[in-house]
């Protein structure tokens, strides 16, 4: 097994087209072709289609992985157990209240399972997954870890995945996680539409998060028997199936492509703020997009709120108070939210609906609106983020059950909130 302090080597770029041979093997790659009558070193040729095979180029996504054996050596898919994961998206009520999770947060928020909708998912372990990989029929998987790392082996190689990091692992591509002690994080989950950089519009050519600092493992394989031991889970219509097969499916000697997995560390996030006067919209902060068919309408934004400066005049400076038509699911790598000094804890989860009104607490009122504006650091050493969807998120049954997790007093922090009305003193 490996271990997580040897050196990992990644190629950068967003959605670039790359091309990785495993060192033990050069020359793995066909030259000229995909399909040679016979591939280099006795390889099978395999294609990965993340996208209809006519989609127009700037989203047609596929890879060539060269393979000891290919995916289709295995034993018939069987249903399996599947714990608290479901896709019943009418299990509870409906509840249009604003909602908060005590770490361990318990909202898990799916939505329909078309080719149009997301999933939140919350996970918590301490076990790695021996002789196992999974991979996701139904969609992409964000992953935001939040406590302890992850060293994730996929199909393209290896990526250690640390807290304030995050990694995509796309529709089909079979992974297999290390762990190394108590491990926590978020899942984003999009059905019918692959991650994207956001639009830059008048921002220009650069920005947000830069295509470079986006990083893609190299080629790597294990050449290993596992007589029918190895467990191959697929996660199918909202469902978990496994099969079983001699060997492990790590077994790509090299692949090229540009449907890949890949990380990004949310350090590198070039900060946009506004430097004159109010208060700009969190889309200044999005890493990434799953857009929807609508334009300028996501499935699902992945947005963070990294530590910036504050130097807007004459501007009550934290979140404003709002109702949006999206679905606003929020999560805590580390540090304080700067709306909510309080009660809003790293691995903790906040649901505001749509249409469901929230804002700063009472206390952050008061402190905003009589700060001193001076140019002042905001959230040093803390990391929010935003799943946004244009999509109604539900709470599972899970979700509620563990519901002592659930901060029954959240709606209290708005309550102090005071009228400061004068129709005599403007
Ligand atoms: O609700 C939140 O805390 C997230 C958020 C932050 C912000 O700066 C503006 C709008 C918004 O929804
Ligand atoms: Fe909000």
Redesign the pocket.
Known sequence: MQSSTELLHYMSGFGNEHVSEDPRCPGALPEGQNNPQVCPYGLYAEQLSGSAFTCPRPTNKRSWLYRILPSVCHKPFKPLEEGHLTHNWDEVEPDPNQERGLAPAPLLAPNGLGRNGIAVHIFVCNTSMINRCLYNSDGDFLIVPQQGKLLITTEFGKMLVEPNEICVIQQGMRFSVEVFGETRGYILEVYGAHFELPDLGPIGANGLANPRDFLVPVAWYEDRQVPGGYTVISKYQGKLFAAQQDFSPFNVVAWHGNYTPYKYHLEKFMVINSVAFD?A??SIFTVLTAKSTRPGVAVADFVIFPPRWGVANNTFRP??Y?R?CMS?F?GLIKGHYE?KEEGFQPGGASL?SMMTP?GPDADCFEKASKAKLEPERVAEGTMAF?FESSLSLAVTKWGLQTSNHLDKNYYKCWEPLKSHFNPNCK
């Open positions: 208060h919209d969190p979140p404003y709002h949006n606003e929020m709306a505001h929230h935003m």
